[in-house]
């Protein structure tokens, strides 16, 4: 309970539901509770009809040697049980594959795109202007964070230098895969400030574990500002030189 207690102050590796903060996450969150809500109607419509069978028709109530009717070959009843589950299962498809179909296209209509590139152990984000964010990973706190600013159409380029990994950050978007030679595609666009958790979701070796994602979204000064520290930090030279 504790630990269910101190996961939600982290912002995003929730117990049960994950706060969306980028409409993809709240995409697949709406996707999943939609389909979680047909899912218990059809459980708690099964077990009802199941208790009733069983005490309505329980041997101790029936007289001896009673059989119940029997409806083996009932052309009817083989049609619907077959047709409803199909019906439901196609919707929830349908339903899944246009969420998706949102999620994981390359969009065009973006503001600042992200390669974001998975290795044995962490991931390396490279902005437009040449920036990389090392995020090595780490089991211990602090986790290096990849810097965003809010308000703003991310469009997330994902691929691997080594072998399978996923960038998974619940409260944001849905599993992505960042495989070798191959891009995969996403997006974010966070409207608040803070921090979101996430992981490595592909078993990618020994150090699989230690892949920790901090997303952290930023306003527009303090973004710059960060993201003038990042550039400073990756050309030394580029500082100002003592003699100025
Ligand atoms: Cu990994």
Not at 56 to 63: E, F, G, L, M
Request: charged share 15%; with cysteine; aromatic share 10%.
């Amino acid at each position: 309970m504790l630990f269910m207690l101190s996961a939600c102050d982290l912002g995003g590796v929730h117990p049960i539901f994950p706060d969306p903060v980028s409409p993809n996450g709240q995409g697949i969150y709406n996707t999943y509770v939609g389909i979680s809500l047909l899912a218990i109607i059809v459980f708690v419509g099964v077990e009802a009809a199941l208790l009733w069978v069983v005490i309505r028709y329980r041997r101790s109530v029936q007289p001896a040697g009673y059989v119940p009717p029997q409806v083996h070959g009932h052309t009817g009843l083989e049609i619907a049980w077959t047709i409803a589950p199909l019906i439901i299962v196609l919707a929830i498809a349908v339903y899944s594959f246009v969420e998706l179909q949102k999620d994981f296209l390359p969009i065009s209509n973006q503001q600042m795109t992200v390669i974001v590139s998975g290795h044995q152990f962490g991931w390396d984000y490279q902005y437009e202007n040449g920036v990389v964010v090392h995020q090595e990973g780490n089991l211990a706190a602090p986790v290096v964070p990849f810097g965003v600013p809010t308000h703003t159409l991310v469009k997330l380029q994902f691929r691997a230098v080594d072998v399978i990994h996923s960038w998974w950050v619940p409260a944001v978007s849905g599993k992505t895969d960042a495989v070798p030679g191959y891009d995969n595609f996403s997006w974010l666009k966070i409207d608040k400030a803070g921090q979101w958790r996430g992981e490595c979701a592909e078993l990618c070796g020994a150090g699989h574990a230690s892949m920790q994602i901090i997303v952290q979204a930023m306003d527009r000064s303090e973004y710059d500002a960060w993201m003038a520290k990042q550039k400073s930090a990756a050309s030394p030279s580029a500082s100002p030189s003592p003699s100025k």
